[in-house]
T-cell receptor, first 116, second 111 residues
């Protein structure tokens, strides 16, 4: 089946630094990738949608200059949290969609970001 | 009213029992309905996917959609301790549209 690899699984960084999270589709071409944020006991909140080769579309309230998304190829998207602050600490999850539409969303295993 | 409502639980049931998980929604345009299972500190994995109203069965899992009531359910038969996880309902208007998730229900199957 479709596999999405997300790295790192856990990262601790100092306040003010930047962190990059990678999301790769291993055995399929992902026309669209999505980035979510999940707080404890909360639902997944969509942050942005990215299509290969074009600028990401950010959801209302998400700072595009803070959460930089790059979708350089059909198998790789990256999320960079710039100048991270403790309030950015969260669980970040990517998902990738191939050609199957809604049934074809595959999620990565998530990245636990802790900003100290 | 939120687009998708889901009781967060936790829901604890003994092993072997039938589990019923539910979501309600307000957007009548939703046509695609999904259930995801999420283990702690992991990404969600797709369990069931249905289009429009009706039932769908896959092994011990049955998904039901009642569009007239804007109500969807997931039933788990012969529940196992390994079913302990958070279950998220999700839905979208179109096949390629944004997916809206419920908050998830934490389920504990007691051995």
């Amino acid at each position: 089946g479709a596999v999405v690899s997300q790295h790192p699984s856990r990262v601790i960084c100092k306040s003010g630094t930047s962190v990059k999270i990678e999301c790769r589709s291993l055995d399929f071409q992902a026309t669209t990738m999505f980035w979510y944020r999940q707080f404890p006991k909360q639902s997944l909140m969509l942050m942005a949608t990215s299509n290969e080769g074009s600028k990401a579309t950010y959801e209302q309230g998400v700072e595009k200059d803070k959460f930089l998304i790059n979708h350089a190829s059909l198998t790789l998207s990256t999320l960079t949290v710039t100048s991270a602050h403790p309030e950015d600490s969260s669980f970040y999850i990517c998902s990738a969609r191939g050609v199957q539409g809604a049934s074809g969303y595959t999620f990565g295993s998530g990245t636990r970001l802790t900003v100290v | 009213q939120k687009e998708v409502e889901q009781d967060p639980g936790p829901l604890s049931v003994p092993e072997g029992a039938i589990v019923s998980l539910n979501c309600t929604y307000s957007n009548s345009a939703f046509q695609y309905f999904m259930w995801y299972r999420q283990y702690s500190r992991k990404g969600p994995e797709l369990l069931m996917y249905t289009y429009s109203s009706g039932n769908k069965e896959d092994g011990r899992f049955t998904a039901q959609v009642d569009k007239s009531s804007k109500y969807i359910s997931l039933f788990i038969r012969d529940s196992q301790p390994s079913d302990s996880a958070t279950y998220l309902c999700a839905m979208s208007e179109g096949r390629d549209d944004k997916i809206i998730f419920g908050k998830g229900t934490r389920l504990h199957i007691l051995p």
